[in-house]
Structures are given as C-alpha cells and as structure tokens.
C-alpha cells in the first residue's frame, strides 16, 4: 500500500471512530456531551478569559487550552496527510458574536510514513467574541462552548469537552486576567505575522514555490524553513521540501500530489522558518494569501527602467525635500548667500552654487554609504537612522548650536562663515559645509517620491544604491544650483548693504531653534536625566567660542592663552558625548486629542483585524519633523478624533525613534526607508487592501480617505493603493 493510499485509510477510520463516539454521546441522553461521559478525556481543555469581565463595544478574547500528555499531539486548521483539527463551536448569549480562531504556527511532525501539521505538546488556539454596545451591564454571561480534536500518539483517539465560562458584563474597562497574561502573550508570538517583505509564489506540474524576498538573509541564519498550505491536497505533505536562500530571499519548494496536476489560481498557508540570532534560534511564521502564477516571479528582479525611475523619483525627491519642515532651518542660510551673491561676478556666483551642490553631495554619499554597509554587515536599519542615536543627535545639536554663536557674531572662523567673504576659498569652503549642514538636518526627513526610491536603492547593488543617493542629493540641491547659473534671476534679489550685516545674526535663531528642537528629541530619547553632559557640553561650546571671540577682537595679547582654553572646553566637550546615555523605549506620545494609540506590532495589528476593526498605523519617530508636524496639526485634532470615533477605528502607533527591527521590515514591505508612514487597514472579514496615506497630512484628506475606506476595498486589483 503506497503512502498516499495508507492517508486516506486513516482519515476514513478517523471520521468513523469520531462518528461512533458522538452517536454514543447522544445515546447516553439528550443533549449530554462527551466530556460527561465516564471515560476521562486524555487532553486536559479550558476556556481562559483575557480579561476578568465584559465591556460593552469591545473585543473579548477567549483561548481553549488544549494540555495533552506528553508525547501526545493535536492538529493544525489542515492536518496534513492523517488527523482532524480541532473544532470548537459556540452557544452564546445574545450581544456576543464568535469569531475565527485564530491558529498557531504548526510544525511538520513526521509519523512514520506520513507527515502531519500539527502541535507537539500544549497548544492556545484564540477566539475573538466581539461585545455588542446593547449587552446590558450588571448581569453575568455564560459563554458556552463544544470543543472536539483528535489526540494522537501511536494511537489517535477522537475527544470531546463541554465548557463554560461566566463573566460579569460592566460598562467599565475590562480589567486584564493577570493569571492568563503570560499565556496570552506566548500565544500572541506564536501567530503568523504579516510579512514585512513581499511574498511571491509560482508552480509548475510538479511543484510550487513560495518566495520570501527579503534581500540580505543570511544562508547560514536561516532553517528548518517549511510552507504549511491552508488546504488540504495542494502539496504533498510527507514529501521534504526544498530551501534555497540567495540575493532574492528565501525560496521553499514543495512538491504537489501525484494525482494532481491542475494548475492552481491562489496560495494560502503559512511560510515558517528559523533564523539564528545572538540569542539562539527564533522561530518566524508569516501568514501567506497570494496569487500563484504559472512560472516563477520576476518581482525581485529589477530592471534598467526600474532604476532609471527610481533616479527619476529621487530628484523629484530631492526637489521637493526643499521644502519640507525639517529644512526650514537651513533654508535661511540658502537665502543669505543668494543674497550676497547679487554683488558677485555670475563666475564666483557659479563656483559657489557648485560648491554648496558638492556639500550636499558629499555628505548623501557618505551617509547613504554608510547606510547601505551596515546593512550589507546585518543591521536593520533605514533613512535617518543616525538620529536613533543619542550621541549623533547630541553632536548635530553642538554643530546647530556653533553656526549659530558664528552667525550672531560670538566669533569668526572662515571655514564655517556662512556670512564671510564669498570671493576667497574661505568663501567656497562656506558654501560647502553650507550644503552639509543642510543635509545634516534635512537627513531624517522623507519627501514624496523620495520614499520609494531610497527603498528601491536598499536592495539593489552597492553601486545603484550610491546613485540613487546621489539623484536626491542633485534634486536638494538644484534649486540653489539653478539660480547660481542664472544671473538675471540673481538680479531679481535685494542688493547687498548694510542691512545684511543684522540679517545675518537674525539667521541664528533659526539654528538655536534647530538645537532646542535636537535636544528636545534627546529628551524624548534619554530622559531628562540624560540631559545634563550634553547641556554641560552645551556650556563648553559656548564658552570655546567666546573665547575664541575674545581673542580675535584683541582684548587679549596672549592668544594661545585662549585658544588653548577654547581647543580644551571643545575637547571636553566632545569627550563628554560618550557620556549620553543609551535611548529609552516610548520616546513617542501614544496619546492625543483624548485618542489612546495602542504600540504596534504585526501581531496587534492582526488581532484587531482579526476582531472585526478597521485599523489606523503611525509609524513615527521623535525626530522626525515632518512627523510632529502631522501629529500637532491633524492626528491631535477634534476633526481626527471625531473621525475615528465615528468609524470604529482602532489606532496603533509604532516608534522608530530608537530603531527597530520590526518597524523597518514593516516600512520595507511598503518600500519606505524612512519615517513617516500612515496606512490605513480594512477589517479582515471586509477584505481589501491598505490604503498609503501620504507624508504631508491634511485634515480633510485624512478624514476623507477613512470615510472613504469601504468604498476603497471594493477596488482590490490595486495593492498599497495611494491617495
């Protein structure tokens, strides 16, 4: 008898054995379950509440415990080649509305010939009860349930269990079970997420793949990797499946039932596998339901149109980076010298426009260099990702906080003059560190157009990605390239004279307000307790540029007396940022406009899908202008909180602040390398894809685009659909 033959023979003996059992049950008296019967079950089953009671217009989650003996396994929503899966059906009070269990990742657990999925010891299979508004408070509610599995060993045995569980229904807020939370919380990680990458999968006669492409996987981190189906009968479940890991990501290959061969329109299941860590092994499950095509995807190939678009995207982006909050502060600057060179030969006034275009050149190169060999070394990291660190926002707000004592006149020093004489190398070497400076506070900020093209940049070679970089920095800094090219519209700007001098110190306020803004963001990252070295250093800079200012006025003979001093108080400085203290969690509110914004992670976001609620994602960061930008004007607003009160909408919100890896798996999966991102999620049951907010937020486009979110899933030919 081959394989195949012998599944189908236990599944038969199993549905009859199962069959004799319940006519047994019913014969022992009306309505009388199996679990009363005299034979114990082996499996010891209870019901086990989230929460202690019920509050109206909320989501109760339930799990049935299933704790067999050891040795003994249960199955998955798809038993493989033998087995049943468990099954639990609901008796109700009216008000409370059942929802799909939610099922833990399964593992393949060979028996002899046959292969099942399956759960080797304990398994937590969750429920979402959605909470009627009309539940009156004050009386209790018996929640009734009829659970069967199948328990197997040698043996499989079919069980049965009635269960009850009574909660109290009260209009306050549902208190935590305190001695379920752990349970939750495993059972939680043992969901299968959303995948952070995009998941293609292609079959032949004889196969089917399924590819996970996240570049940079590494071959030796990744195994035991294994594809579940959702349905039975769509790959042969004994046969060992094939890993193959490369520059696309990780492939799994399975073969398909000898007697089928027709070709198959969409893949549900599970991809899971194991990736090796500093802590050991973690075991990663994402949750797949995609179209099959014939042959295999291209979708992680990229050709020569691709990336001429995407250097296309990145001037656009570049371009209008111009223009976004975080510049403000820098643009100044931009104006001053166009201002000064109104008096110059159109020469000079070309060479300075070339020389601010190399700053700003520069400083991408090296950043987006940097960025692209810390994640070839294995970090996970994305645009704006040097500001995640303390000690790299502590040393910008020195630098902010040094142009602008030189910009008010402390003191003067010719390489970082901003105001100084255009004509000499001084000036050029001004004009450089200008489009440095300007990079440097325009770095954590992402404009349209530019998202996409950064996270096309990320996965390509290291020699595209360094042109994509080098495409935004051309586009920040063509305006400026432009009019220096352009004498009759240098002519359009007010002459130079004397009012340039107080124009020029009135152009550090905006570098102060730059600084306490960095330090603001410090604040949000160490605490205000981790504050202290970088205001003492604060105090040092001061205090070296007074000095500095001191000397060259020449009220002092003994320069080298101050100078020594200043080069101290910098040295000091400088040696006081290895002081900073390492980033906090939580540097972003979670709450605004009476609104209460849940922490994201895949699993939560799942879950609240899952129970039925369309879903709100922030992913933000504290030093994200843009960002704050959005959160004062919009998603603080009585118009947004109306909104979401109004729709049902769940609200969660994911810091980036300190940097996460799960955070930048998830803007990966929507091509962003950086921050700020808004999408707005259906429910499950409606169906659908999310809907990309864009960068800049409006009130009304915002409120639109929720109301809006039912009429968009109908439209599901679109995935990421932008508005």
């Not at 604060?538 to 080298?560: E, N």
């Amino acid at each position: 008898m081959d394989r195949l033959a012998m599944t189908k023979v236990v599944r038969v003996g199993t549905l009859f054995w199962l069959l004799a059992l319940s006519v047994g049950a019913m014969a022992s008296g009306p309505g009388r379950a199996v679990a009363a019967t005299s034979a114990p079950t082996r499996v010891a089953a209870d019901l086990i509440p989230e929460t202690t009671s019920i509050q109206p217009g909320t989501t109760l989650w339930v799990a049935l415990r299933l704790q067999p003996p050891a040795g003994w396994h249960t199955y998955w929503s798809n038993p493989g080649d033998s087995g049943l899966a468990t099954r639990i059906d609901w008796a109700l009070p009216a008000g409370l509305v059942a929802g799909p269990m939610a099922w833990p990742r399964p593992e393949r657990l060979p028996t002899g010939p046959l292969v099942i999925y399956g759960y080797d010891g304990e398994a937590v299979l969750l429920t979402p009860i959605a909470v009627s508004t009309q539940l009156v408070a004050g009386q209790p509610a018996t929640l009734s349930a009829e659970a069967n599995w199948v328990v197997c060993n040698e043996t499989c045995i079919p069980e049965q269990a009635s269960l009850e569980l009574t909660l109290p229904v009260s209009d306050s807020a549902a208190p935590r079970n305190q001695s379920a939370k752990a349970l939750f919380a495993r059972a939680r990680a043992e969901l299968p997420e959303i995948s952070p990458w995009p998941v293609t999968s292609w079959q032949s006669s004889r196969t089917i793949s399924v590819r996970l492409a996240a570049a940079g996987l590494d071959r030796a981190r990744i195994s035991n990797a294994s594809f579940f189906p959702a349905d039975d009968g769509v790959i042969d479940a004994g046969a060992s499946q094939s890993i193959s890991v490369d520059a696309k990501g990780l492939t799994v290959t399975a073969s398909r039932p000898g007697q089928s061969n027709s070709p198959l329109k969409r893949l549900s299941g599970v991809l899971a596998f194991n990736a090796a860590d500093g802590a050991g092994d973690v075991r990663r499950a994402y949750a797949v339901d995609i179209p099959i095509a014939a042959e295999p995807s291209n979708a992680g190939s990229t050709t020569s149109a691709d990336i001429a678009e995407a250097l296309l995207l990145a001037l656009l982006g570049g371009l209008i980076l111009n223009l976004m909050p975080c510049v403000l502060p820098v643009l100044a600057i931009k104006a001053f010298g166009l201002v000064q060179q109104a008096a110059q030969h159109p020469s000079v006034a070309r060479r300075h426009g070339l020389s601010i275009t190399a700053g700003v050149l520069f400083f991408f190169g090296i950043l987006g260099g940097l960025m692209v060999a810390l994640r070839a070394a294995g970090a996970t990291i994305g645009w704006g990702f040097q500001l995640q660190s303390p000690i790299v926002v502590a040393a910008t707000a020195y630098v902010l906080f040094t142009v602008g004592l030189n910009l008010s006149g402390v003191f003067e020093v010719g390489t970082i003059s901003i105001g100084g004489r255009l004509a000499d190398r001084n000036g050029y070497a001004g004009s450089f560190f200008a489009g440095v400076l300007a990079t440097l506070v325009a770095s954590p900020c992402t404009a349209p157009f530019m998202g996409a093209a950064l996270g096309l940049a990320l996965t390509q070679p290291w020699y595209v990605a360094a042109l994509i970089f080098q495409a935004v920095g051309l586009g920040m800094a063509l305006p400026y390239l432009v009019l220096s090219f352009a004498p009759r519209l240098v002519r359009l700007l007010p002459r130079p004279g004397a009012w340039l001098a107080w124009f020029k110190q009135a152009l550090a306020f905006p570098m102060y307000g730059a600084c306490i803004w960095l330090v603001w963001v410090l604040a949000q990252q160490v605490g205000v307790d981790g504050l202290a070295w970088t205001l003492i250093g604060l105090l040092l800079i001061g205090f070296s540029a007074w000095l500095v200012g001191v000397g060259q006025a020449g009220f002092v003979r003994t320069h080298w007396v101050t100078r020594g001093l200043a080069t101290a108080a910098v040295f000091t400085a400088m040696a006081l940022l290895a002081l900073t203290p390492a980033p906090n969690a939580g540097a972003v509110r979670q709450q605004s406009a009476g609104l209460v914004w849940g922490k994201f992670s895949p699993a939560e976001l799942e879950s609240l899908r899952a129970a039925g609620r369309p879903v709100m994602v922030d992913i933000t960061a504290a030093w994200c202008v843009s960002c704050l930008v959005n959160d004062a004007t919009v998603l603080s607003s009585s118009e947004f909180a109306q909104s979401v009160k109004r729709n049902h909408l769940a609200l969660l919100r994911g810091d980036w602040t300190k940097g996460d890896p799960e955070i930048t798996r998830y803007l990966e999966s929507f091509d962003r390398a950086g921050v700020p991102l808004y999408v707005l999620y259906p429910s499950i049951d409606a169906g659908g894809q999310p809907i990309v907010l864009p960068q800049i937020l409006t009130k009304e486009g915002v409120a639109a685009a929720i109301e809006r979110l039912q009429s968009a899933v109908a439209d599901k030919s679109k995935p990421g659909e932008k508005l």
